[in-house]
């Protein structure tokens, strides 16, 4: 399938993309979560491998079918992800469309915990490592373009504003995932890619349309 697209104006450009939800272990049975659904890193990774590009594709497990052009590494957690994202490298660029989980459950449990033994569960927590953070921040072996996805249910532009100084990525693309719009788990998206110096407002599409325009816009970048 990749020598269908060899050609495109990535030719030769490693990229790597994140997406789908982690998977944080409560017990052999049970996890933490998140309604990440795969389906806008996927049509990223899709869009970029149709421009030629060589794609690197870290996935958590995610509802969708993986892209077809893409190279595949399979994970679970967060942590997981991290060592897969830093093994990928180096990359021309690379793309942060995974929903990370945020915390990891310290107390995890070898064995199935069963209730009515003693009381109920008390889960601790302990913050996950921020992947696109360590990648943006990289003394050494950076992409050339990094680019973060900031999901927020308010204060979208200014909050991923602050995400995109606070992480150090080039770009980030905002959106609003408030139940309401139906963006998490639904087919389509409507984005705000904010750059270092220009903010642009995408209309609502598909997740697919979304994925061409910044695929285009990607290889824009690269090739200046
Ligand atoms: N991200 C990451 N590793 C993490 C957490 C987030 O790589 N441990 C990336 C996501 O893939 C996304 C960006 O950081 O590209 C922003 O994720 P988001 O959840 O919106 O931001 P957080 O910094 O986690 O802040 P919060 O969830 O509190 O809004
Ligand atoms: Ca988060």
Redesign the pocket.
């Given at each position: 399938i990749r020598a269908m697209f060899a050609d495109g104006p990535l030719k030769g450009r490693h990229i790597l993309v994140?997406s789908g939800p982690t998977h944080e272990p409560i017990d052999p049975v049970r996890y933490i979560a998140n309604r990440s659904s795969g389906a806008q890193g996927t049509a990223i990774a899709d869009a970029l491998a149709r421009l030629g590009a060589r794609v690197t594709f870290v996935t958590g497990p995610a509802e969708v079918a993986n892209p077809t052009g893409a190279q595949i590494v399979s994970v679970t957690t967060?942590s997981e992800?991290?060592d897969a994202v830093q093994g990928a490298l180096p990359a021309d660029a690379a793309v942060?469309?995974?929903?990370?989980?945020?915390w990891h459950v310290t107390s995890a449990s070898d064995q199935k915990i069963k209730k009515g033994t003693d009381g109920l569960p008390h889960l601790t927590f302990a913050e996950?490592?921020?992947?696109?953070?360590?990648v943006a921040q990289m003394k050494a072996g950076r992409p050339d373009l990094v680019v973060?996805?900031?999901?927020?249910t308010q204060n979208v532009i200014e909050?991923a504003k602050s995400?995109r100084l606070?992480?150090g990525?080039d770009w980030?693309v905002a959106n609003d995932v408030s139940p309401g719009t139906g963006i998490m788990g639904g087919s389509e998206n409507a984005v705000t890619l904010i750059c270092e110096d220009d903010t642009e407002d995408w209309p609502r599409a598909s997740k697919s349309d979304v994925a061409a325009r910044l695929a285009q816009k990607i290889s824009e970048a690269l090739d200046k």
């Open positions: 994140t967060a992800m991290l942060f469309a995974a929903a990370v989980a945020d996950n490592d921020d992947i696109l953070a360590t973060g996805f900031a999901a927020e909050n995400k606070r992480k990525c980030i």
